[in-house]
């Protein structure tokens, strides 16, 4: 084996499955053709050989529906251009509603992909029977089809990938097991083959189900296990045509497929199996699991009820297979935060098939580029956290998270395993308040409140769910009088050194080189002007600073900080998130309980919006932030987290004087959207720029220096940008509004929402999304005020009024009085 084994490769790729293929194939059609794949076993082994093939193009996302879309498009032309069959049709797909929830579900997703660009149709009972005569459908409120939906053979798919990167140069090598990933001074240098290596200056962890154990090698955290996977394969039977669609009945955990005149019927259900935890044996290659008739008959009784014609047709095949879920059901794509050079492509959830000729095209792009040709931030590795590759953990999350594909996609679902990873000081005096906590980043966090009826815990629906009416009374709350919320999962970093300053200025878009004790707040751009973070900078020191971003970013901005600092730079970054737990007052009245609690001046003359001091609360010292995220006057209080308890009661006794209430994070984000306040992730991303998000005011753009992104941002004010960033408020008061709702005007669709909530102050809700013109013209005022406008909601146009400015408190004087 090592004769044939090269002395070095541009890329080395590990693991021959579609994904690992299919990133060689575009590869080399970019033009880097010295590529290298090596497969431990054989071609499509693991996991990719017994996927069921289904080609969906919908997914959560625009971007990850692009990845789908592309991959259809690939798939078919592959045959033709590679002469290697693939056994692609195009036969549609029909997903079933049995009950007006899932409806609701099904016609909100009609709609997004509507925006999207994909061909959906809302279709009665009746003509689903059409479609799919094998069905019953008795039970069946509604579906929807997407008729350029189809099938795939997925050994034959990775077949013809291979065959296409062969062709352009790449070489691919099976039965060439990697045992080590090489690196120096945080890089990737290459491979180790047993004794044998092979330099590398990008290598490329394909794995799959043994993406966790590749990851080791270079102590890189990859979250996936695998979980059991089940289908059956039916004898020949009448009626089984095939241009017969896909079939989803996601609330009886089943797809069916036609299979040359058979049924493979598939399942997803509620509580999986997880496999693997003590380790993939070393032989694992085209292994079949023990199948469990027990764990199957449910949903195969189910299915006999949806297509009668099963109760008296044979199984052929009984089959149980191994595939990979991560812990938040989306995959893993991108550089690793902690090795330079070294990227990831796995973790599928049962869509490697679909995705795979799209996560080719853009991992090939990113390779190339060092940077992401689009917003991946859903499925970028750097969204994990380190305890995440637990073992327990995964096991026990990955439990939920397969059946979850089927589920119905509740608005603010919170999952029900793995949870209490993370913890603030305060959680228990939390928990005794009535606090109903959601997950984020592994923290345990306050979502609302109820000390009362109804019960601490949620009831789902895309209606007004149970905690309504609580949250609607903390955000009036923090209108009218004083709120409490607990944000200590804020990622907290420490920037020292007598260079400090100096990287910060050119990392940061807004001026940081201010006095001390002052909190600025700036992004983060890339070469092209897009937003890479959205954070607030506090110095507290001549050579040190405090920077404070959300609880999701904190992997992705840390290192994102660390990679732009000079290698001869005196300037040291030290993540210091667990190191304060973080209390925010908000309301007109925070400055009367602050004043009550600490011999502090908190005067508007003293205490200026933007100031952050140290100041006295009970027997701590702790620092005060004047700064909001609700539209209010209020203050983050940074309390050294041994001290934070005493600081909660001291708030607790002071604040009982006025009416001071809990408020969670739902009501944090009705307040903020009254006040059209961004979020990092969804109305902003790496795509976006300050001058099309309206953040021109926190850019320094003659700051000395200058700043990353500087010269893209100034040709694009010049230009005009062709979006904006616009708020919206529906008139119908009823309708909700969660994200990815198309935005109409003038009778054309032209963008979605990137976040939606409820304004209680506003009376209706409230939703951010970008503007376009159709034609490609410059997105101005004018533009924006001319048209008319309607947000479409689960297939209905709603009437909206669109503002640049935001519609509460557009001068922002309540925060700066």
């Keep these: 084996m090592s004769k044939d084994l090269p002395s070095q490769a541009s890329v080395v790729i590990i693991g021959g499955g579609v994904v690992g293929s299919s990133i060689a194939y575009h590869l080399v059609r970019l033009g880097i053709r010295d590529v290298l794949l090596l497969e431990r076993k054989q071609l499509s082994s693991g996991t990719t050989w017994h996927a069921a093939g289904l080609v969906g193009q919908l997914r959560a996302t625009k971007n990850l529906t692009q990845l789908a879309k592309y991959s259809t498009e690939l798939y078919a032309g592959l045959e033709a251009e590679t002469g290697q069959a693939t056994g692609f049709k195009q036969n549609g797909s029909l997903a079933l ?191 079949e699991l023990p199948n469990d008739m027990d764990h199957f008959m449910p949903v195969l009784e189910r299915a006999m009820t949806r297509m009668p014609a099963l109760q008296d047709v044979g199984i052929r095949t009984w089959f149980c297979g191994p595939e990979s879920f991560t812990p938040d059901n989306r995959y893993h794509l991108g550089e690793v935060p902690e090795v330079s050079g070294l990227f990831v492509a796995c973790g599928f959830n049962s869509i490697g098939i679909q995705s ?19 917003d991946l931030w859903d499925v970028d590795i750097r969204r994990t956290m380190p305890f995440q590759n637990n073992g327990r953990y995964l096991s026990e999350r990955v439990s939920e998270s397969l059946g979850l594909l089927y589920a119905v996609h509740w608005p603010f679902y919170q999952y029900r395993t793995a949870r209490g990873a993370r913890k603030s000081p305060l959680h228990d005096r939390l928990v005794s308040v009535g606090a109903c906590f959601g997950e984020a980043a592994g923290w345990e966090r306050a979502n609302w409140y109820s000390p009362g009826d109804p019960a601490p815990q949620y009831e789902y629906s895309f209606g007004r769910q149970n905690w309504f009416e609580q949250s609607a009374a903390e955000h009036r709350a923090t209108r009218e009088g004083v709120a409490l919320f607990e944000q200590s999962s804020f990622a907290k970093f420490q920037l020292a050194g007598r260079d400090a300053v100096g990287v910060l200025n050119q990392v940061c878009a807004n001026q940081v080189d201010v006095a001390r004790d002052r909190t600025v707040y700036t992004q983060w751009l890339n070469e092209r002007g897009g937003i890479e973070a959205d954070l607030t900078v506090t110095r507290v020191g001549e050579d040190e600073f405090l920077i404070v971003t959300s609880a999701t970013s904190q992997m992705r901005d840390f290192h994102w900080l660390q990679g732009h600092i000079p290698a001869d730079a005196h300037a040291h970054l030290t993540d210091v998130t667990s190191a304060y737990a973080v209390l925010s007052i908000m309301g007109p009245r925070a400055r009367d309980l602050l004043a009550s609690m600490t011999t502090a001046d908190v005067s508007n003359e003293a205490f200026p919006f933007g100031a952050s001091k140290l100041v006295e609360i009970g027997y701590a010292t702790v620092r005060a932030t004047r700064l909001t995220y609700v539209g209010e006057l209020g203050w983050e209080l940074y309390i050294s987290s041994e001290f934070a308890q005493g600081v909660y009661d001291e708030i607790l006794k002071a604040g009982a004087v006025f009416d001071l209430r809990h408020a969670g994070y739902h009501a944090l984000d009705s307040l903020r959207m009254e006040k059209a306040y961004r979020h990092w992730g969804h109305d902003i991303t790496d795509e976006e720029t300050p001058v099309e998000a309206g953040l021109n005011f926190a850019v320094a753009w003659d700051k000395p220096g200058g700043f990353i992104g500087r010269e893209s941002l100034l040709r694009q004010r010049e230009a005009g940008p062709r979006q904006r960033l616009v708020q919206f408020k529906l008139t119908d008061p009823e309708k909700l509004l969660y994200h990815n709702e198309p935005i109409w005007r003038d009778g054309v669709i032209v963008g979605h929402l990137r976040s939606g909530s409820y304004g209680h102050t506003l009376g209706a809700a409230v939703g951010l999304g970008y503007v376009r013109d159709p034609s490609g013209g410059v997105v101005d005022a004018a533009y924006v005020a001319d048209g008319r406008y309607a947000i479409e909601v689960a297939c209905e146009q709603v009437p909206a009024a669109a503002s640049l400015r935001p519609l509460y408190d557009p001068k922002s004087l309540r925060i700066r009085n």
């Design 97 to 287: 509603a049995i009950h007006g929830e899932r409806l609701e579900e099904l016609r909100r997703g009609a709609s997004m992909a509507r925006v999207f660009g994909l061909a959906v149709e809302e279709i009665t009972p009746s003509e689903i029977q059409k479609m799919h005569p094998l069905i019953n459908v008795d039970d069946v409120v509604g579906g929807v089809f997407l008729p350029k939906d189809g099938q795939i053979n997925p050994s034959d798919l990775t077949q013809a990938l291979v065959k296409g990167a062969r062709a352009g140069g790449a070489r691919i090598l099976e039965n060439t097991a990697v045992t080590d990933i090489l690196t120096a001074n945080g890089k990737v240098t290459g491979v180790a083959v047993g004794e044998s290596q092979i330099k590398a200056d990008i290598v490329v962890n394909c794995t799959g189900m043994w993406g966790r154990s590749v990851g080791a090698m270079t102590q890189t955290s990859i979250p996936l296990h695998a979980c059991e996977h089940f289908y059956v394969v039916t004898e020949p039977f009448d009626g089984v045509t095939p241009d017969l669609p896909v079939l989803r009945d996601q609330d009886n955990f089943a797809y069916y497929k036609e299979d040359a005149g058979k049924i493979l019927l598939g399942a997803f259900e509620p509580e999986a199996k997880p496999w693997g935890g003590s380790g993939i044996p070393e032989g694992f290659c085209f292994d």
């Design 356 to 374: 795979a000729g799209g996560v080719g095209k853009v991992m090939a792009e990113w390779i190339r580029d060092r940077h992401p040709p689009l």
